[in-house]
């Protein structure tokens, strides 16, 4: 993880870089594929999806492997902030160029602020929480900060009404059903929770529910017994939020990405609990449905469940991460010199 200290002078701008790409491996991504790669230039940083992480039955299009990517991409520019590094970041996925998905170039240096110095502890402190939420709403102040944090990114943040959370548990079941009849997914999600998939990766067991929690919109169902211990409640103050935008393009996957990850960071600064789903997005029909039940406002890219976790049950436990040999890259030129901070 990074420091949160001020810039040190005369440090080579590639270490920073290389530490920014490291502290970025904690991103949350989808099934745990980390389906990124970083290459450390001597002043910039560029990502690339990795294919060889990617899932070609669940997620054809590569939706969640570019909102995953662009998760790791944020994570990256808030580690560069609270290093006190201003930064540009282009996003450049072509049809030429799919996998070369954005770059990040350092453009001066700033005091470090407060608030990069919370969001960079929060990366440490985010994970997945798929237990029931407890019996106290979130208040309306919370929901708009992380509205915010969304729209800063270029996202709309749309809270669900109760009306739409039961629309939206209807589509959820109908994509878990597609999903369940399709032996490739079925295999898919089997190989990352428990198959044979590269070690620090995948979803173990004890991020899983021991049991089907009682929620409003069913959870994804992992296909493979959990270990984590849930209470018996029913998650009926959870809120549910879904993140969209104008256009549904490469480019808005990668900004739903960055806004997923200011939203988090920023719910796990005031203690939300949060909670991905996105089977609705992957499945093409229950994707139609959500654009449908939007109003045709935009294009839906994912939904998050977020509530208060349970202080009385042990939280899940952090999941594994990839060496960071098998995720960064540093050219050559970058790691002989290099221009200095
Ligand atoms: C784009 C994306 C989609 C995800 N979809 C789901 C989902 O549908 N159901 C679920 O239980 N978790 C989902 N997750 C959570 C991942 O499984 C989780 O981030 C990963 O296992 C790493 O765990 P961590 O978030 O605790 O670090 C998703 C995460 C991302 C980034």
Same mark, same amino acid.
């Given at each position: 993880?990074?420091?949160?200290?001020?810039?040190?002078?005369?440090?080579?701008?590639?270490?920073?870089?290389?530490?920014?790409?490291?502290?970025?491996?904690?991103?949350?991504s989808?099934h745990?594929t980390q389906p990124w790669r970083?290459?450390?230039?001597?002043?910039?940083?560029?990502?690339y999806a990795d294919r060889s992480r990617s899932l070609p039955?669940?997620d054809?299009?590569g %939706?969640?492997l570019?909102?995953s990517c662009?998760?790791?991409?944020?994570?990256?520019?808030?580690?560069?902030?609270?290093?006190?590094?201003?930064?540009?970041?282009?996003?450049?996925?072509?049809?030429?160029?799919?996998d070369?998905?954005? %770059?990040?170039?350092?453009? @001066?240096?700033?005091?470090?602020?407060?608030?990069?110095?919370?969001?960079?502890?929060?990366?440490?402190?985010?994970?997945?929480?798929?237990?029931?939420?407890?019996?106290?709403?979130?208040?309306?102040?919370?929901?708009?900060?992380?509205?915010?944090?969304?729209?800063?990114?270029?996202?709309?943040?749309? %809270?669900?009404?109760?009306?739409?959370?039961?629309?939206?548990?209807?589509?959820?079941?109908?994509?878990?059903?597609?999903?369940?009849?399709?032996?490739?997914?079925?295999?898919e999600?089997?190989r990352w929770? @428990? @198959?044979d998939r590269p070690d620090g990766t995948?979803?173990?067991?004890?991020?899983?529910?021991?049991?089907?929690?009682?929620?409003?919109? @069913?959870?994804?169902?992992?296909?493979?017994?959990?270990?984590?211990?849930?209470?018996?409640?029913?998650?009926?103050?959870?809120?549910?939020?879904?993140?969209?935008?104008?256009?549904?393009?490469?480019?808005?996957?990668?900004?739903?990405?960055?806004?997923?990850?200011?939203?988090?960071?920023?719910?796990?600064?005031?203690?939300?609990?949060?909670?991905?789903?996105?089977?609705?997005?992957?499945?093409?029909?229950?994707?139609?449905?959500?654009?449908?039940?939007?109003?045709?406002?935009?294009?839906?890219?994912?939904?998050?469940?977020?509530?208060?976790?349970?202080?009385?049950?042990?939280?899940?436990?952090?999941?594994?991460?990839l060496?960071?040999?098998h995720t960064?890259?540093?050219?050559?030129?970058?790691?002989?010199?290099?221009?200095?901070?």
């Amino acid at each position: 993880m990074t420091s949160t200290s001020a810039p040190t002078p005369g440090r080579p701008l590639a270490a920073a870089l290389a530490e920014a790409a490291e502290t970025a491996g904690h991103a949350p991504s989808i099934h745990n594929t980390q389906p990124w790669r970083w290459r450390v230039g001597t002043d910039a940083l560029d990502l690339y999806a990795d294919r060889s992480r990617s899932l070609p039955a669940t997620d054809p299009d590569g %939706r969640m492997l570019l909102t995953s990517c662009a998760a790791a991409l944020h994570h990256a520019q808030v580690a560069l902030a609270a290093e006190g590094l201003l930064t540009a970041v282009e996003l450049l996925p072509t049809p030429a160029e799919p996998d070369h998905l954005a %770059r990040v170039t350092i453009t @001066g240096t700033a005091p470090v602020t407060p608030e990069a110095v919370r969001l960079v502890q929060a990366i440490g402190m985010r994970h997945t929480d798929r237990r029931p939420t407890i019996e106290e709403e979130l208040t309306a102040d919370q929901i708009e900060q992380l509205r915010q944090a969304a729209a800063a990114q270029g996202v709309h943040l749309h %809270r669900l009404t109760p009306d739409q959370t039961t629309e939206l548990a209807v589509a959820v079941s109908r994509a878990e059903d597609v999903a369940a009849a399709d032996p490739a997914l079925v295999a898919e999600t089997t190989r990352w929770t @428990g @198959g044979d998939r590269p070690d620090g990766t995948g979803v173990p067991a004890d991020v899983i529910p021991d049991r089907r929690p009682q929620t409003d919109v @069913g959870e994804r169902d992992f296909a493979v017994p959990g270990t984590l211990r849930i209470g018996g409640e029913h998650d009926k103050h959870a809120a549910y939020v879904v993140l969209f935008s104008d256009t549904d393009e490469p480019r808005d996957w990668l900004r739903a990405g960055q806004a997923m990850s200011a939203a988090w960071l920023r719910a796990t600064e005031l203690g939300i609990a949060v909670l991905p789903f996105s089977q609705v997005i992957e499945v093409d029909a229950t994707r139609q449905l959500l654009r449908r039940m939007l109003a045709d406002l935009g294009y839906a890219h994912l939904v998050l469940r977020l509530g208060i976790a349970d202080p009385d049950h042990v939280g899940p436990p952090r999941t594994p991460r990839l060496d960071a040999a098998h995720t960064i890259e540093i050219d050559p030129a970058a790691r002989a010199a290099g221009p200095a901070v």
